[in-house]
């Protein structure tokens, strides 16, 4: 298959895989006739797309966020999946990854003690991040006492809707080969005497599970450096 590299190069390779060429009654309604219109398309793209960067995460993207002395709280953007790496980068401090369900028992080290009871209120250099306490929020533990930058190192899922001339958010091939999987799946779920036919949208379903596990394996592998192999004497 050729890569296609833009939302029209996509449109294009779908309707020639479903069998659904593009048809309509004149220029001001193009696909009058066809079984999909563009516009579900389009929102099919979108959907895949997503779904895509979520099982994958093949998409990374870096943040610097504004930290503000005597605030806790740093707002998260919505596409965030992951956090890879945190850190602050005025005081060159990277932050340790603090469940909500740990900060009843203290979450933070400093001066090599690890503090007990005043997780929610202590204030000082922020030493962890805590991301299931607040709705895409990241608390700092203890509270920063200073302004800085907290720079956020994320796999991300897309940010805005795919539409008509726009290039596709991944440039590999696996990656969009998967995309066309989960469209038909959808396509082929469409409640329409037409189109529905759920066997065929069951089988790129399981075509797109299996394919996106395949596919976060291998650029897990490429990305992260193999751990040392440690020999037992």
Sequence with gaps: MILPKTTDDLLNRFRSDVADPLEGVDDQDPDSENLWKTWEILQYMTEAADAVARKTNSIYKTFQLAVTANDNEVALPATILDIRLARLLTQNVVLDDLAQNRMRDG??????????????????????YVRDRERRMLVLVPI?????????????????????????????????????????????????????????????LQLFTSGSMDREVDLRQQRRTPSPIRMEW
Excluded at 120 to 125: M, S
Excluded at 178 to 185: E, F, I
């Design 107 to 128: 979450g933070c080290w400093d001066y090599g003690t690890f503090l007990q009871n005043g997780t929610f209120t202590a204030k000082g250099r922020p030493r962890n």
């Design 144 to 204: 920063p006492t200073l302004d800085d930058t907290l720079e956020l190192q994320c796999t991300v899922t897309i940010s805005t809707d795919l539409l008509c001339g726009m290039p596709l958010p991944f440039r590999e091939l696996p990656d969009v080969t998967l995309m066309l999987h989960y469209m038909k799946y959808l396509a082929y779920a469409k409640q329409d005497a037409d189109t529905l036919d759920m066997s065929r949208s069951n089988e790129f």
